[in-house]
């Protein structure tokens, strides 16, 4: 699904809903999305769910094997195959992730950007601006959700506490 339809889809989606009887997904504002918001992590970070973690060790996965990309090792299939599993990632996320409004809200701010960045790069293998911009939309992650999988980064691990390694 192209980024365009992804946007047609969740808008009718938060029209409809808000049309609708209430139904067990009526905490999900999605207007408080578009609100400006601040993004500043909040004083203890919130409790992730499985299919949170799961969605997002699925991303991260797929980041760490794009720096194969970016640094000439991987094809252009290969990368738009990592970007697919980032856009899968994330649909996955939106269908199942059962999160507190406020949350809720704080990770659509990171999903919606990481779902255009990975539609970019699966239609234009040649934007290596699409993974950084990827690795720009999870780089709050950590600091807003409690997800072992991502540790805390510090001010002494560059990179979000990613491993670099050169070839």
């Given at each position: 699904?192209?980024?365009?339809?992804?946007?047609?889809?969740?808008?009718?989606?938060?029209?409809?809903?808000?049309?609708?009887?209430?139904?067990?997904?009526d905490h999900h504002d999605h207007a408080a999305?578009?609100?400006?918001?601040?993004?500043?992590?909040p004083a203890q970070r919130w409790a992730t769910d499985a299919p949170l973690r799961e969605g997002m060790g699925r991303v991260r996965?797929?980041?760490?094997?794009?720096?194969?990309?970016?640094?000439?090792?991987?094809?252009?299939?290969?990368a738009r195959e990592r970007a697919v599993t980032v856009e899968d990632?994330?649909?996955?996320?939106?269908a199942?992730?059962?999160?507190?409004?406020?949350?809720?809200?704080?990770?659509h701010r990171i999903l919606v950007p990481l779902l255009a960045a990975a539609q970019r790069l699966d239609k234009e293998p040649s934007d290596l601006s699409a993974v950084a911009a990827m690795r720009d939309a999870v780089a709050g992650y950590s600091d807003q959700f409690d997800d072992p999988q991502w540790p805390r980064a510090t001010?002494?691990?560059?990179?979000?506490?990613h491993t670099q390694h050169a070839h």
């Open positions: 699904m192209r980024m365009h339809s992804v946007v047609v889809l969740a808008c009718s989606l938060a029209a409809a809903g808000a049309q609708a009887a209430p139904s067990a997904h999305h578009a609100a400006p918001v601040s993004t500043t992590a996965e797929a980041l760490d094997d794009l720096r194969h990309y970016e640094m000439g090792h991987m094809t252009a299939d290969m990632a994330v649909k996955f996320m939106f199942h992730c059962k999160l507190a409004p406020e949350p809720d809200g704080a990770l001010a002494a691990e560059p990179n979000g506490g």
